[in-house]
């Protein structure tokens, strides 16, 4: 299937709106269960128990938590994530006209996916504490769903091109 490039940079923009949902919701999961957990037990949750005590409470520390990580996730797909949109936009455009749908990624982008999915696999294997898996997948998940706005700018620019 060969496609415009404006369809393709939409289509690539979705897939890091839809992994980002994704780890968004399993990180609050996993914040909720640390914090459940830190509740019922006061222990198994690392970073929950460490900060309770200066924050007022589990409550407020899993919110904060969870302010924190949305916070570094829109620093990092603003500045960084973003940049890789803009590079995988400017590859897209590069491409000659129509573009068929396995030419969305480049190779080294399908090695950097798999490298990424397989630690966030390595977390559930080493037994990463649900608060700290959580933190990261809400950043992460943050930061992709940042990126993915610029995937959905840049397409309409380039749809405004065509």
Do not use: H
Request: charged residues 15%.
């Amino acid at each position: 299937m060969k496609l415009k490039p404006s369809i393709l940079i939409v289509i690539s923009g979705l897939v890091w709106l839809a992994v980002g949902i994704y780890l968004m919701q399993l990180g609050i999961g996993f914040l909720l269960e640390g914090y459940t957990t830190a509740l019922a037990k006061g222990s198994g949750t690392p970073l929950i128990n460490w900060l309770a005590p200066y924050m007022g409470g589990v409550e407020l520390t899993a919110l904060f938590l969870i302010v924190v990580a949305l916070y570094i996730g829109y620093i990092k797909g603003r500045y960084v994530l973003g940049k890789a949109a803009q590079r995988g936009v400017a590859r897209i455009q590069a491409l000659p006209k129509p573009i068929a749908l396995s030419k969305i990624y480049a190779p080294r982008y399908y090695l950097l996916l798999g490298l990424m999915i397989l630690i966030g696999m390595s977390m559930k294997w080493l037994g990463v504490p649900k608060d700290w898996r959580g933190f990261v997948d809400v950043a992460i998940g943050a930061a992709l769903i940042n990126g993915s706005i610029i995937y959905f700018r840049l397409a309409c620019l380039e749809r405004a091109q065509e």
